[in-house]
C-alpha cells in the first residue's frame, strides 16, 4: 500500500495523519517547525493554537457544536486533545494552549505508523499527497501549490488586534456595559468625545506601518480590515463600525458618547482585554503611541501588539471535489484553512474527511460520502462548490447544512433537531468496513 506525505502538522495535518495511521497506512508527516517558523508560530508542537485558545461553542444548538461533537464520535485525536486539555470558558471549549499541542505531538511521534520529518516542503512530492501546509504556508511550498491552480488568487491578509492587561486600564475612564444592555456586563466600553475622537483619527491615519511585503489595502477582507485602513475610508467611517457609540449609555452622563473603543475579554480569568475591531499592521511603536490617545488607555501595558500576516487559501470551488481531491490530479487532496474553511474545528474536520476518504479509498473500501445532512459533509459539500458569488473563507453554520423535511418551532429547536438527526447519520455511517478497520496504533 502507497505511503501518504502529508505536507504540514497543524490541526487538519495532524488529524488527517491519524485517521490514515490508526488504520494501518504508513505516513510521512512532514513539518517545518522547529527547524523553521512562520511569523505567528511560537511552539515546536503540533496542532498550535496561534490566536485564541477557544474551539467555540460547545452547545449542540451551535453548528461547530455540532461539527465537534460528530468528530467525537469519530475518533478525533484533536477533539481528544481537546476535551483533556480543557480549561473552564463556560458554553465554549477552550483549551490550555501548550497542553493541548503537546498531547497532539506525543500520540503522533508515538504512533509507529507515522514518519515525522523535520524540514520545509519545497515540492509537492510524487504519490498521495495531502496538503496541509495552512494560511502561513511558506513562499517555497505556496509557489508549487500556485502552479496547480495558476489562475486562483493565492493571498489574502488577516490582522491581529492588540491586548492589554485590565489592570492598566484607566477605570475612571471607562465602564462595564453591552450594547443596549443585552445579557451581562462583559465589555470594557471606553469613550472620547469629539475632539479626542479627531485627534485620533488624524494620528491613526498618519500613523507609519509595519512593512509587509506584497501588502495593499485591496489585499484583505472586509472582516479582517485593519483599523488605520478603515480610518482613511472617511473621518466617520469608525463611528460606524467597531467605535460605534450606539447603544451605549454612559453611566456617568446618562448619554451616548461620540465614540467608543470596546475591549473585550481574552482569557478565562479575565486580566487581558482585546481591544475590538482594532485589527492592525502599525509598528508597534506607532500602536502605543496611537492607541494610548484613547482616554482609558493612556497607561495601557500591551501584552500583545497587533500583527498582520499573509494568509493562504485557494480557489477550492474550481479546484476540489467533496473529498477535497484536486480534480485535476487526485493524486493530490488538500486539508485545513488553505482550503478556505475558517476556524480551527473546521481545518480539523477537514483533515478528518481527508483521512478516512483517503484511507477507504487506499483499501479498496467503500468511501463514506459524508452527506450534506452532517456538518463535516455540508462544509465538504460548500467548499468544494456550494458557495455563490466571489468564494471567501467559511465557517461551518446551520445555513449549509441540509434543512429538515419538517416545520420545527424555535430557531434554537430547530438547530437542536439538525443536531440529532446528523448525529444519527453519523452512528449509521460507522458502520462501513473504513469505521472498523481501526489498529489505534
Not at 479582517?224 to 472617511?234: D, F, L, N, Q, T
Request: proline share 4%; net charge negative.
Amino acid at each position: 500500500m502507497d505511503k501518504v506525505t502529508v505536507l504540514g502538522a497543524g490541526l487538519a495535518g495532524s488529524e488527517c495523519a491519524w485517521q490514515l495511521a490508526k488504520r494501518g497506512i504508513k505516513v510521512r508527516l512532514v513539518e517545518m517547525k522547529p527547524n523553521k517558523m512562520s511569523p505567528a508560530h511560537t511552539s515546536p508542537y503540533f496542532g498550535e493554537l496561534v490566536c485564541s485558545n477557544s474551539l467555540r461553542s460547545d452547545e449542540l444548538s451551535n453548528a461547530v457544536g455540532l461539527l465537534k461533537a460528530e468528530m467525537r464520535a469519530m475518533g478525533s485525536l484533536i477533539m481528544e486533545s481537546a476535551d483533556a486539555n480543557r480549561v473552564a470558558a463556560g458554553g465554549a471549549l477552550a483549551v490550555d494552549r501548550e497542553g493541548f499541542a503537546k498531547y497532539i505531538t506525543d500520540k503522533l511521534r508515538e504512533n509507529e505508523n507515522i514518519e515525522v520529518v523535520e524540514e520545509e516542503a519545497t515540492q509537492i512530492p510524487e504519490g498521495q499527497v495531502v496538503i496541509a501546509t495552512g494560511p502561513l504556508s511558506s513562499d517555497a511550498i505556496a509557489d508549487r501549490i500556485a502552479e496547480l491552480c495558476p489562475e486562483s488568487d493565492l493571498h489574502f491578509y488577516d490582522a491581529v488586534a492588540p491586548i492589554v492587561s485590565l489592570d492598566s486600564v484607566d477605570m475612571d475612564s471607562a465602564f462595564f456595559a453591552s450594547r443596549y444592555n443585552k445579557g451581562t456586563a462583559d465589555y470594557v466600553n471606553c469613550p472620547m468625545d469629539k475632539d479626542e475622537y479627531l485627534a485620533f483619527w488624524q494620528e491613526l491615519c498618519n500613523a507609519r506601518e509595519a512593512e509587509i511585503h506584497g501588502f495593499d489595502d485591496s489585499g484583505v477582507f472586509e472582516g479582517c480590515m485593519p483599523v488605520e485602513v478603515m480610518a482613511r475610508r472617511g473621518v466617520d467611517t469608525l463611528r460606524y463600525g467597531p467605535l460605534k457609540p450606539v447603544g451605549l449609555v454612559d453611566p456617568r452622563t446618562g448619554r451616548e458618547n461620540y465614540a467608543v473603543v470596546q475591549l473585550r475579554r481574552d482569557n478565562a480569568d479575565g486580566t487581558i482585554y482585546n481591544i475590538v475591531g482594532f485589527q492592525t499592521h502599525l509598528t508597534w511603536g506607532e500602536q502605543k503611541r496611537v492607541f494610548s490617545m484613547i482616554p482609558a488607555l493612556k497607561d495601557a501595558n500591551f501584552v500583545r501588539y497587533g500583527v498582520m500576516h499573509r494568509n493562504t487559501y485557494i480557489n477550492s470551488p474550481t479546484l476540489l471535489d467533496r473529498y477535497y481531491r484536486l480534480r485535476s490530479d487526485e493524486r493530490i487532496c488538500f486539508a485545513g484553512q488553505i482550503t478556505g474553511v475558517e476556524g480551527y474545528v473546521e481545518s480539523a474536520a477537514s483533515g478528518m474527511l481527508v483521512g478516512i476518504e483517503l484511507a477507504a479509498r487506499l483499501m479498496g473500501l467503500e468511501s463514506v460520502d459524508f452527506p450534506q445532512e452532517t456538518a463535516i459533509g455540508a462544509l465538504g459539500l460548500y467548499i468544494s462548490g456550494g458557495s455563490v458569488g466571489e468564494f471567501q473563507p467559511m465557517n461551518i453554520n446551520f445555513g449549509i447544512i441540509k434543512a429538515l423535511e419538517y416545520r420545527v418551532k424555535g430557531k434554537r429547536n430547530k438547530n437542536a433537531e439538525i443536531s440529532k438527526r446528523s448525529l444519527e447519520i453519523i452512528d449509521s455511517l460507522k458502520t462501513k468496513e473504513v469505521f472498523n478497520c481501526e489498529n489505534n496504533h
